[in-house]
């Protein structure tokens, strides 16, 4: 398992991705996947960094591991923001024009549709997020 922890800021997404990008390419991640792994890695790391403390800023921890039943990776975001589950967030009706949806939710939809599996937990005053890809 490797370990970042950042100061949940926008201007630390390129960390946070240069840190995925590396252990996704040591254990050999074809481009696709990890692509969709850094979408989904993107998405929710900026969900924290917007909401989870605001105004103030907090610590957002990402963690990579390796599943043990399959090659791929298990990616686990941690804030102690305010508790937000991003999966019971309805799924846009996408069968909707652009005009006719509302606003919001489509990067969380897109997620969930490109992870393997996703699990949230609240769990000592934090927000744990699971997200797991295989390859």
Request: hydrophobic content about 40%; aromatic content about 8%.
């Amino acid at each position: 398992m490797k370990e970042l922890v950042v100061d949940a800021k926008l201007d630390n997404l390129n960390q946070v991705l240069a840190f995925l990008d590396e252990w996704l390419e040591e254990h050999e991640c074809p481009m696709k996947a990890q692509m969709q792994i850094d979408i989904a890695v993107e998405e929710m790391y900026v969900n924290i960094a917007h909401y989870a403390y605001t105004p103030n800023v907090g610590q957002a921890t990402i963690r990579l591991d390796a599943p043990t039943d399959a090659k791929g990776v298990e990616i686990t975001l941690i804030d102690r923001g305010i508790p937000y589950n991003p999966l019971a967030k309805e799924d846009p009706d996408v069968s909707l024009s652009a005009e006719q949806r509302q606003i919001g939710g489509l990067g969380i939809f897109m997620v969930k549709k490109s992870m393997d599996s996703m699990l949230y937990e609240y769990t000592d005053g934090q927000n744990i997020l699971t997200m797991r890809k295989d390859f």
